[in-house]
T-cell receptor
Framework: DSGVTQTPKHLITATGQRVTLRCSPRSGDLSVYWYQQSLDQGLQFLIQYYNGEERAKGNILERFSAQQFPDLHSELNLSSLELGDSALYFC???????????FGPGTRLLVL | SQKIEQNSEALNIQEGKTATLTCNYTNYSPAYLQWYRQDPGRGPVFLLLIRENEKEKRKERLKVTFDTTLKQSLFHITASQPADSATYLCALAPGSGYALNFGKGTSLLVTP
């Protein structure tokens, strides 16, 4: 158990809909990273937050957004969903200046 | 553009043998390289980290080498066991606190 929690575990929705994925980092970790994993692309970095502020952006679509709240949990919002958004979404957390990231169990999103 | 390549073909080995996985990268100057293990449907789990000024790192049955001239890391599992069967991911970062760039992973199957 990494100490990172993600909800929900599974999500099935239709094209055009909007969903919110939630992540709680390990106690004491200020950084949260979101990654998307699809079969053909592997693990792709989406966005990073540090202590409530956006720190870095990766391959995140404009239809996707995220935020980190004062209690350090983070939410990833996916809107106008397309079939191609079906993937595993992981969040990871790390300590300040930490090199190792600890991953949550992921949310499996299926867009029908 | 940056590229991280791992053996795309699955590696099948017999229990007790040494498994060797390769990670090659181009157009990148990582400060460190990490290896993660991922089981189906689960989040990646950190195994080992090796820094750019280190040649080799060991942890129990695991050994990682890092050659920044060849731009290659080798990951060895000695005395492999069926429980070692999983996908192994190599990840690079330019420094601490940065997002990880992952290879697509190599699937390892250890048969009794």
């Amino acid at each position: 158990d990494s100490g990172v929690t993600q909800t929900p575990k599974h999500l099935i929705t239709a094209t055009g809909q909007r969903v919110t994925l939630r992540c709680s980092p390990r106690s004491g970790d200020l950084s949260v990273y979101w990654y998307q994993q699809s079969l053909d692309q592997g693990l792709q970095f989406l966005i990073q937050y540090y202590n409530g502020e956006e720190r870095a952006k990766g391959n995140i679509l404009e239809r996707f957004s995220a935020q980190q709240f004062p209690d350090l949990h983070s939410e990833l919002n996916l809107s106008s969903l397309e079939l191609g958004d079906s993937a595993l979404y992981f969040c990871a957390s790390a300590r300040e200046g930490g090199e190792t990231q600890y991953f949550g169990p992921g949310t499996r999103l299926l867009v029908l | 553009s940056q590229k991280i390549e791992q053996n795309s073909e699955a590696l099948n080995i017999q229990e007790g043998k040494t498994a060797t996985l390769t990670c090659n990268y181009t157009n990148y100057s990582p400060a460190y390289l990490q290896w993660y293990r991922q089981d189906p449907g689960r989040g990646p789990v950190f195994l080992l980290l090796i820094r750019e000024n280190e040649k080799e790192k060991r942890k129990e049955r695991l050994k990682v080498t890092f050659d920044t001239t060849l731009k290659q890391s080798l990951f060895h599992i000695t005395a492999s066991q069926p429980a070692d069967s999983a996908t192994y991911l190599c990840a690079l970062a330019p420094g601490s606190g940065y997002a990880l760039n992952f290879g697509k992973g190599t699937s390892l199957l250890v048969t009794p």
